[in-house]
């Protein structure tokens, strides 16, 4: 006897116990029966309308409860679940071609997600960054300097220049700080 574990309830069970789902790697549905009709039947109660007209499309035969559902926000778009508001389904993220999924929360509500996340990773991420590289200098010091050291060799030439431009930018701006107007432009003019 094979078992598979619920997602839901997290209880091991038959694999009878779970409905089909050709989608799924299994071929099995993630949450068990029970957990399903429990999770169908606190739909329903929420949304009392949808699951009447489902119902009825059902007893009709023609259409499977997935296709309903996508027939009709296919043509009234979705409601999203963070900001409420109801959108057309390009507004979603499509996930699988095959169940014709879209996300529950729409694209810009997914993307500030993302963003405050990352805010909030890189805020509480900050100190401990930078402290970490302030105790590598410093663990490493030598290493550290040679490294820079080594730099300097190969690079010799770029770093002369970048000490020329250093030299001339500082001096422009003590010869700014201390020279008169007429000073100023004629260097402007030179460069
Ligand atoms: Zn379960
Ligand atoms: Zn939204």
Redesign the pocket.
């Known amino acids: 006897m094979e078992t598979k574990k619920c997602s839901k309830c997290g209880e091991a069970k038959d694999q009878a116990e779970f409905f089909r789902m050709k989608s799924s790697k299994d071929g099995l549905q993630s949450q068990c029966k029970k957990c399903t009709r429990e999770c169908h039947k606190a739909w329903v109660a929420a949304n009392p309308d949808r699951a009447k007209a489902l119902g009825k499309a059902r007893s009709c035969g023609e259409r499977t409860v997935r296709e309903v559902e996508t027939a009709r926000i296919k043509a009234v778009g979705k409601t999203?679940?963070?900001?409420?508001?109801l959108?057309h389904l390009s507004?979603f993220e499509f996930f699988d071609t095959r169940a014709q999924r879209w996300s529950d929360?729409?694209?810009?509500?997914?993307k500030?997600k993302r963003l405050e996340h990352q805010r909030k990773y890189r805020a509480a991420n900050k100190g401990v960054k930078a402290a970490e590289n302030a105790r590598y200098r410093n663990k490493n010091r030598e290493k550290v300097k040679a490294i820079k050291k080594l730099y300097v060799e190969n690079n010799r030439e770029k770093v002369n220049a970048y000490r020329r431009e250093w030299y001339m930018k500082n001096k422009q701006t003590k010869n700014l700080q201390g020279g008169t107007p007429c000073e100023t432009d004629k260097q402007k003019g030179e460069k």
Request: hydrophobic content about 15%.
């Open positions: 999203c679940c963070v900001c409420g508001e959108k507004e929360d729409c694209l810009s509500c997914r500030n």
